[in-house]
């Protein structure tokens, strides 16, 4: 049963500290997504990539976010420094076509 | 505008109830539609994409009103296991991007 891993699934950390999140989307997809939820603002797209390349990230601050894909097994959010109001649970998604699957999600608590 | 506007909730419904869910979208361009469901502290997952003929599967119906740019979401007979959140989906262009509407909470209770 294939799914898109994501870790960590929890991470707490202090303002100012630099925060990575690994992405494993599933094998063939082509298309990887990040979002960000809260409650405050639903779900939102931060940035996606098709083929590994960058197709739209204009939802992510850039001054502190960076979103790569090293390879076609591996998508990284990263966030320098944090700062509290990152706090939030960031999903990853792959897809082929029209239907997204999503990771678990990580909870990111930035204190 | 927000791009993408659902009924607010919660809906508290007993069991066995039919309720529905409205939706709409701002980008008269948009193609694609979907419902997804969000457990609570659970990734949200596809529940049926939406088609302009109207969709049904099992107890769930889904119609699309391009004119109106509005979608629905009929649950009948609803079960505890259908307590949920109820993400109304829209694609913004051809290439993926999906824009998720805030969601409406359905809490069925026996």
């Known amino acids: 049963d294939a799914r898109v891993t994501q870790t960590p699934r929890h991470k707490v950390t202090e303002m100012g500290q630099e925060v990575t999140m690994r992405c494993q989307p599933i094998?063939?997809?082509?298309?990887v997504f990040w979002y960000r939820q809260t409650m405050m603002q639903g779900l939102e797209l931060l940035a996606y990539?098709?083929?590994?390349?960058?197709?739209?990230d204009s939802g992510m601050p850039k001054d502190r976010f960076s979103a790569e894909m090293p390879d076609a097994t591996l998508a990284t959010l990263k966030i320098q420094p944090s700062e509290p109001r990152d706090s939030a649970v960031y999903f990853c998604?792959?897809?082929?076509?029209?239907?997204?699957?999503f990771g678990p999600g990580t909870r990111l608590t930035v204190l | 505008r927000k791009e993408v506007e659902q009924d607010p909730g919660p809906f508290n419904v007993p069991e066995g109830a039919t309720v529905a869910f409205n939706c709409t979208y701002s980008?008269?361009?948009?193609?694609?539609f979907f419902w997804y469901r969000q457990d609570c502290r659970k990734e949200p997952k596809l529940l049926m994409s939406?088609?302009?003929s109207g969709n049904e599967d099992g107890r769930f119906t889904a119609q699309l009103n391009r004119a109106s740019q509005y979608i629905s979401l009929l649950i009948r007979d609803s079960k505890l296991s259908d307590s949920a959140t109820y993400l109304c989906?829209?694609?913004?262009?051809?290439?993926?991007?999906?824009?998720f509407g805030q969601g409406t909470e359905l809490s069925v209770k026996p």
């Open positions: 998604a792959s897809g082929l076509v029209d239907e997204q699957f």
């Open positions: 094998l063939g997809h082509n298309t």
């Open positions: 990539f098709r083929n590994r390349a960058p197709l739209d």
């Open positions: 980008n008269s361009a948009s193609q694609s």
């Open positions: 939406v088609y302009s």
């Open positions: 989906v829209v694609e913004f262009n051809q290439g993926g991007k999906l824009i």
